[in-house]
């Protein structure tokens, strides 16, 4: 070990001492701390604006996304936002029927405008 | 082109926005008091900011669930590595664990090796040579806002990159253990993240078996220090310093030696670009070939000047920003005042490492009132230099060309 490195670990080891958190990685030997169960904040997303479509939208997509993914989304010609939900059906492998892909389409196509 | 965002306190406009949208979350939900406005043409334009997501400050929400949390800009100004609880976060399924057992993880190798291992974070830890290296990680689809046209696809500005200097062991020392069989040719990696429906297909990328073992890719336990925070892929996570983040598979329990090429979709249908100049075409364009996503382009932003400043004329003016040249280090950074047509160099600050960001300054004077430009180009060890030119291509992948920043003299 370098002088260099073992002033650095040491400078570590100090410096997580003065935190009094976690010791820093370098204070060899570093052990992970067990971490608690996170919550992550999933229900805050907005949804989908009600509309013709909207019920379709939220229950074809959603499982895998928040609305939010989609509403971010920039005004798509509709062969483009057909070439969106194909990749979703034949990349992802989304359980999207044809019927349903043509009011969501519809949908997207309403609510976010043409560019 | 914006490169920085602006932070507006929570203004009507933008509640009733959310409110029209249908939603209530912005007005029901935990600390989204904030708005972020990217001042992007076309619109959506604003985003909520957030502190809510475990072990993560101020993010910018771009997607609720899985996450997408884009670091703020300005955070970029304070430093070259990045803040661990402002690092980005990227995930592909939602469907990842709240809670990691580290007593009983194990890092499955397997596939062509002669000894199939299982390796607990303690062997990890303590059997085998700690690697340090800085890295860069970015977002393939890093600036996908700025595209023109517009483009589908998580709508990030310049913040779906951030650096760190990460701890583990190198990936060749893990394959070294378990002995790769003659015939492999590469390497594919999974992690604990699974797709919610049984046909989708898992998130996995492969390298080919010499970049696996070159003794640069890693496996991290820590990033700046600490264990790695769960958003960014606690215990473990695959480093690929110089390459896309999307190769940097977060809660990384799989590792499979294989005799062939990644057949996934992740490689077969998404993260491609045109194997053109610059991975740039024309929109609507054919008859060009698509080729997997691979290395970072050097690039280099403005970090303490914000589009639209105001700065005296005449005037001495400290321009400062951050750097990073892709798969290989930064060489140089060279500002313009005219267009392009002329460069002075910036003074580079301290080089952390061939994948790191690297800071640089310069003095400017802008000699008359009015409005001016200020670009920054980056040239890296190869002599790869930032194009002039707008990158642009379908997916709104790998956009790298030389910044703008629009500044008024006064």
């Given amino acids: 070990m370098s002088r260099s490195l073992r002033t650095a670990l040491l400078a570590g080891l100090l410096a997580g ?12 030997p570093l052990e992970l701390r067990p971490t608690p169960e996170i919550d992550l904040p999933f229900g805050d997303d907005i949804g989908f604006p009600a509309g013709p479509g909207s019920d379709v939208i939220a229950s074809n997509c959603t499982a895998c996304h928040s609305a939010d993914h989609t509403l971010n989304q920039p005004a798509l010609s509709r062969e483009e936002w057909h070439a969106v939900v194909d990749k979703m059906i034949t990349a992802y492998k ?10 969501i389409v519809d949908y997207l196509a309403r609510v976010k405008g043409e560019p | 082109m914006p490169q920085h965002t602006t932070l507006s306190s929570p203004s009507r406009r933008g509640l009733l926005s959310a409110a029209a949208l249908g939603g209530m979350g912005l007005l029901a939900g935990r600390a989204r008091a904030d708005t972020f406005d990217f001042h992007v043409p076309g619109g959506p334009s604003t985003r909520p900011m957030t502190t809510t997501y475990p072990e993560k400050g101020r993010m910018i929400v771009q997607r609720t669930r899985p996450p997408w949390l884009e ?6 100004d304070t430093g070259v590595f990045t803040p661990n609880d402002q690092h980005f976060v990227s995930w592909h399924w939602a469907t990842f664990p709240t809670h990691v057992d580290t007593d009983s993880f194990a890092l499955k190798v397997h596939g062509l090796v002669e000894r199939p291992q299982a390796l607990s974070l303690r062997e990890l830890l303590h059997d085998l040579p700690r690697f340090e290296i800085a890295a860069v990680s970015q977002c393939a689809g890093n600036s996908r806002l700025y595209a023109q046209p517009r483009v589908a696809g998580a709508q990030w500005a310049n913040g779906s990159m951030s650096n760190a200097l990460y701890a583990g ?8 253990r378990a002995g790769v069989k003659g015939g492999a040719t590469h390497v594919q990696f999974g992690g604990l993240d699974e797709p919610l429906l049984p046909d989708a297909p898992k ?25 790695l925070p769960m958003l960014n892929g606690f215990p473990l996570k695959l480093i690929v310093p110089g390459w896309s983040a999307v190769y940097w598979i977060k809660m990384l329990d799989d590792i499979e030696v294989t005799d062939h090429p990644d057949p996934s979709v992740w490689t077969t249908r998404s993260y491609r670009v045109p194997d053109t100049p610059n991975h740039t075409v024309e929109p609507g364009q054919k008859g060009f070939g698509m080729v997997p996503i691979t290395r970072n382009l050097p690039r280099s932003f403005v970090t303490n000047l914000k589009p639209g400043d105001s700065v005296p004329v005449g005037a001495p003016q400290p321009v400062r920003g951050i750097a990073f040249g892709g798969d290989r280090g930064v060489a140089a950074v060279d500002l313009s005042l005219d267009g392009g047509r002329t460069w002075q160099p910036a003074t580079l600050g301290k080089d952390e490492g061939t994948y790191s960001f ?8 802008l000699p008359a009132r009015g409005a001016h430009t200020v670009m920054a180009r980056c040239t890296n060890a190869d002599r790869v230099v930032q194009p002039m030119r707008r990158v642009w291509n379908p997916g709104g992948y790998m956009s790298n060309q030389v910044e703008t920043l629009d500044l008024v003299a006064a």
């Fill in chain 2, 71 to 76: 670091t703020p800009f300005d955070v970029f």
């Fill in chain 2, 358 to 365: 690297r800071q640089w300054q310069a003095t400017i004077s």
């Fill in chain 1, 17 to 28: 001492l003065l935190a009094g958190s976690a010791p820093a990685l370098a204070a060899a």
């Fill in chain 1, 94 to 103: 989304a359980p999207i029927t044809p019927e349903d892909a043509r009011v």
């Fill in chain 2, 203 to 227: 998130f996995v990328k492969a390298l080919d078996i010499d970049h696996a073992r070159d003794g640069e890719v890693m496996l991290a336990f820590a990033m700046n220090g600490q264990q």
């Fill in chain 2, 169 to 176: 062991v190198r990936l060749k020392d893990v394959l070294d």
